[in-house]
């Protein structure tokens, strides 16, 4: 079992930045790919940004590619999202995701998930 705790959400406006944090406990950190996902009222689901066990390579969804960056470090059993110029649709729900690590841009390929964090941005 891993057990994960996302923080760092909050209220922002447009233009702003913030920097998400998921840590990690009950396993081996390093055994996980990790991956973030959020989630809109009304919305599905949505990929947002995944990154390999070593951090040695990351993936992420077209609209998020160039204003957010995911990194880990392994030493603290922790992966993070910083979210620059943020817009009012990024607001959402976002949650942080364990998996084996093969595959990145879907919620099938992750076993443990945290309760979120809430992001809103305003206009």
């Known amino acids: 079992q891993v057990q994960l705790v996302e923080s760092g959400g909050g209220l922002v406006q447009a233009g702003g930045s913030l920097r998400l944090s998921c840590a990690a406990s009950g396993h081996t950190f390093s055994d996980y790919a990790m991956g973030w996902f959020r989630q809109a009222p009304g919305k599905e689901r949505e990929f947002v940004a995944a990154i390999s066990w070593s951090g040695g390579s990351s993936y992420y969804a077209d609209s998020m590619k160039g204003r957010f960056t995911i990194s880990r470090d392994n030493t603290k059993n922790t992966v993070f999202l910083q979210m620059n110029s943020l817009k009012p649709e990024d607001t959402a729900v976002y949650c942080c995701?364990?998996?084996?690590?093969?595959?990145?841009?879907?919620?099938?390929?992750?076993?443990?998930w945290g309760q979120g964090t809430q992001v809103t941005v305003s206009s």
């Open positions: 995701a364990a998996g084996p690590g093969h595959g990145f841009g879907g919620s099938v390929y992750y076993d443990y």
